[in-house]
Structures are given as C-alpha cells and as structure tokens.
C-alpha cells in the first residue's frame, strides 16, 4: 500500500478540496486497479493523503493524470455546448444522448449532465439554471473554457515549460505559481482582488493568472456535485443557504481512507447544512472539521468563492 500526500492542497482552499477529489476521481476511473482513496491528514492544517494499492509514487499519480487528458479536449460532456444555461429542449436532447450511451461501468458523461443543470429548473430567460459550482457569464463560457483548458494541457510544451506530469505534480505539491494566464472559473478566493474589485471587465483574456493544472483537476470533481430542482429553483449539492439567502458552499474533512463511491455519499449528507448543530453526527461518519466560503455574485452573473470559513472543527 502506498500513502501519498499532497501538500499543496489545503483543506481550507475551495479550488485546493475540488481539485483533491478530481485527482481521486479520475484515478478511480483510469487506476481502477489501484483501489484509490482518499483521506486527510492534520499537519499543521488538514491535506489530502491518496492510498493507492501497491508499490505507487507521486510521479505514478502525476502520470495517470496527464495520461487522462489525452483526448479530454473532445469529451462530450464538454463539447455539446458552449454554456449549460441552453434552452430546456436542447438540454434534454443531449441528456438523452448521454443517457443512452452510458452504462453501469461507462457513465462519466451521464454524471457531468447530472451535474450541470436539472429539468424544472429554469432562469427568468427561460435558459437552463446552471450548477452553483458554474461562477462564468458573458464572453466567458464555462463549457468552451474547458474545452480551451484541457486542451492547452494537452498540448505539446513549449520550450520553457516541463512536461506535463511534473507541471501536474507541481500543482499537487506546491507552491502555486500564478503564472497561466487563464480564469480561476470563480473557485479560487486568492484571485478575488485581481478581477472581483478591479475596473475593468472580468471576461477580458488574459486578465486573470491561475495554475491550469489547478483548475483543470478541480473541473474534474464537478460530477460530484449533482443538482436538483426543487420548487423550480436549483439546488446544488454542498450548497446551502444561510439566514440571509446567501449561498455557501460546504465542503467535508474526514479521517477515514474513503473510495470514491463513499465520498459521494458523504457530499450529500443533510448534517453539512448546519454542521455546529450536527456536529455528534458528522463526527460518528469520521468528519473532524467542515469548512464554507460563501459563492459571491458581482458583475452581470459572475461569481467567486470567497475565503473559507472553519464552521466546525480544526
């Protein structure tokens, strides 16, 4: 058995949880052999450590995750539009392609859709209300920017940069060097004052830096997240409203070695909603502590997570 750390991603980061349960994702998928879980451990602050079945290195890991992007760039759940928020018909025709091309062992696509938008949830324009974890407006256009991300990964590097699994294993390992010019997609809270407070419009190319890498593994989790309509509004799953009708998103820290299959599970617990009151619960599930950051919107529809929150725990 190999334990993996991975330093870089903090518990209290939202993009650093995100991208910790995309590498455990795609591991799941691509390693099934390797039996991937995923714990975290308090050193000085919560990290995700990664127990993977047999003699296994962080090189291995930073490998099968470049492996997957591969042909990413041309997966359809990013490529039958340029935004979730579509038409409701056109919505359901695509979610009927994925549905019929998906099976018990093949199912990533159908996941995605899941995750995106849900049928009876819809905007004041008519349009697909898109997942919370969906932070893009305007020029910007989730789906095309990651068709755009995953294909720059994808790419051959240039001369100056590394091959791809060490700029993987960089990510995973720290420190952050801001140095891509590409959008955070509103889950980095540390790049609020470079777009959020600047005068200038947020969609603008160039305008924001961020690790590719970063964003690339966090996008990856987004199937874990599956949406659902409820009285015609959407509801997304680790968001939850405060007093306020602010929307927070709440993520878990728990001790256990836990599969994929089991931290699903775990994202939808009803406690995390109100973790200071349930706190006897979640900790009998192996939660120790449950961070939020609030999801601001400024601009026309944009949003980012703003800095965590411990609300139980430490």
């Known amino acids: 058995m190999s334990h993996i750390p991975l330093p870089a991603l903090r518990a209290d980061s939202p993009i650093a949880f995100l991208a910790a349960l995309g590498t455990l994702r795609i591991l799941d998928g691509i390693r099934p052999a390797w039996k991937p879980r995923l714990r975290w451990v308090n050193n000085g602050g919560w990290i995700p450590e990664l127990s993977l079945l047999g003699d296994n290195s962080l090189p291995d890991v930073s490998g099968a995750l470049a492996a997957k992007l591969s042909n990413r760039a041309a997966a359809p759940e990013f490529n039958w539009a340029d935004v979730i928020a579509v038409a409701p018909e056109l919505f359901h025709v695509k979610t009927e392609v994925a549905l019929e091309a998906a099976s018990i062992t093949q199912r990533e696509t159908v996941d995605f859709f899941a995750a995106f938008a849900a049928e009876g949830?819809?905007?004041?324009?008519?349009?697909?209300?898109?997942?919370?974890?969906?932070?893009?407006?305007?020029?910007?256009?989730?789906?095309?920017?990651?068709?755009?991300?995953?294909?720059?990964?994808?790419?051959?590097?240039k001369p100056e940069e590394a091959p791809l699994g060490e700029r993987i294993q960089a990510g995973l390992t720290g420190p952050w060097h801001y140095t891509d010019a590409q959008h955070s997609l509103g889950w980095d809270p540390t790049n609020e004052p470079v777009h959020a407070l600047g005068a200038y419009d947020p969609s603008g190319d160039g305008k924001q830096t961020s690790v590719r890498e970063l964003v690339y593994l966090a996008a990856e989790a987004l199937s874990l997240f599956p949406v659902f309509a409820r009285f015609g509004r959407l509801r997304t799953t680790g968001f939850h409203p405060d007093e306020n009708r602010q929307s927070w998103f709440h993520w878990p820290i728990w001790e256990p070695e836990l599969s994929l299959h089991s931290v699903r599970s775990l994202l939808q617990l009803r406690e995390l909603a109100h973790p200071s009151e349930n706190g006897r619960q979640l900790r009998t599930r192996g939660i120790r502590a449950v961070y939020r950051s609030r999801r601001h919107e400024f601009g026309k529809g944009y949003g980012i997570f703003r800095p965590a929150q411990l609300a139980i725990g430490g």
């Open 121 to 157: 949830a819809t905007s004041s324009s008519g349009d697909m209300k898109p997942t919370d974890l969906c932070m893009t407006s305007g020029q910007m256009k989730f789906l095309k920017e990651m068709r755009a991300i995953t294909a720059a990964l994808a790419s051959l590097p």
